[in-house]
């Protein structure tokens, strides 16, 4: 039980402070586009930033309720996975830059390794659809 309240406590913690990276995101998303996408040469680079923001926003609301939770995580990780990249690309080892981005995928790698825990709706889905 007391590993689960940290699941709980971990989901709460990447969910809440990721939201706004997604947010800020789409206040200028071509903005976005320009200084992160484009210089990576990634295919679509409106797409994927809408993708970046979507996986941001929805996948943190995802993932502090427990619903979807591996998955919402895994999109999640890849686009952490992404701006781990980017920083490393363009600024070289810069721990302060890395830092955040660092414990944001070691986060989301928990969470899809081990899943939301017992106090997620997907625990709650899953014990319903087992004792049908």
Not at 67 to 87: C, K, V
Request: glycine share 10%; proline share 2%; hydrophobic share 50%.
């Amino acid at each position: 039980m007391i590993q689960s309240l940290g699941f709980l406590l971990l989901r709460l913690a990447i969910g809440t402070m990721l939201i706004h990276h997604g947010y800020e995101k789409l206040e200028n998303i071509e903005n976005f586009a320009d200084a992160f996408v484009r210089p990576m040469h990634l295919p679509f680079p409106i797409f994927s930033s809408y993708f970046a923001a979507f996986s941001e926003i929805v996948g943190s609301w995802l993932v502090i309720f427990g619903l979807g939770t591996r998955l919402s995580a895994l999109t999640i990780l890849g686009t952490i996975s992404f701006a781990i990249y980017h920083a490393l690309v363009t600024s070289g080892f810069n721990i302060y830059l890395l830092e955040l981005l660092v414990l944001y995928w070691g986060s989301a790698a928990c969470i899809v390794l081990n899943g939301g825990g017992n106090f997620s709706l997907d625990y709650l889905i899953k014990r319903r659809l087992t004792n049908d």
